[in-house]
């Protein structure tokens, strides 16, 4: 069975510039969490999706942005790019309430 | 507010000595708690689930357990390849499916 899938694995933008990171979750998962993770820190919630609709966003700015597509794979959008966005971000997946969540690889994405 | 602090924030362990990561939890209602564990830059791996207070889960070296405010991860006889950022996350019940996760736990196991 295939695990979550990220892509890209590494990606460079320069400052205002957008990102689209994308993300396909284990075949039958219909939620899809994105969450940012800066270097040597914990993990922060950025956007929970299910069944196509956002269910509900951590504390972060309006250009931080997503969607899920109708085969329950997502995409994260950030726009107008700042330095702090660089991060390692991740996608995780899950199936029903109470189970357990299935991370990806995660995307490193640097702003230079 | 529902919340997950995790003890110590690092720890450093020689090979083969055990010992223990906690986990508090305040939450209304617990429906799932979730231990991972992360290397760097990459995410994170399952390890376990628990769902009521007293039970336990075992992999390898590792046993999870619960109580109505906390989780234990013993580590018994550590290996250097154990060293890793374990993480706990935890569901409250409701409709809010969201997780709540802790900062993690360093473990650096030295040979």
């Known amino acids: 069975e295939a695990g979550v899938t990220q892509s890209p694995t590494h990606l460079i933008k320069t400052r205002g510039q957008q990102a689209t990171l994308r993300c396909s979750p284990i075949?039958?998962?219909?939620?899809v969490y994105w969450y940012q993770q800066a270097l040597g820190l914990g993990l922060q919630f950025l956007l929970w999706y299910d069944e196509g609709e956002e269910r509900n966003r951590g504390n972060f700015p309006p250009r931080f942005s997503g969607r899920q597509f109708p085969n329950y794979s997502s995409e994260l959008n950030v726009n107008a790019l700042e330095l702090e966005d660089s991060a390692l971000y991740l996608c995780?997946?899950?199936?029903?309430?109470?189970?357990?969540?299935?991370f990806g690889q995660g995307t490193r994405l640097t702003v230079v | 507010e529902d919340q997950v602090t995790q003890s110590p924030e690092a720890l450093r362990l020689q090979e083969g000595e055990s010992s223990s990561l906690n986990c508090s939890y305040t939450v209304s209602g617990l429906r799932g708690l979730f231990w991972y564990r992360q290397d760097p830059g990459k995410g994170p791996e399952f390890l376990f689930t628990l769902y009521s207070a007293g039970e336990e889960k075992e992999k390898e070296r590792l046993k999870a357990t619960l109580t109505k405010k906390e989780s234990f991860l013993h580590i018994t006889a550590p290996k250097p390849e154990d060293s890793a950022t374990y993480l706990c996350a935890v569901q409250a019940a409701g409709n809010n499916r969201k997780l709540i996760w802790g900062l993690g736990t360093s473990l650096a196991v030295n040979p």
């Open positions: 995780a997946s899950r199936g029903s309430t109470g189970s357990q969540a299935f």
């Open positions: 075949s039958g998962h219909t939620s």
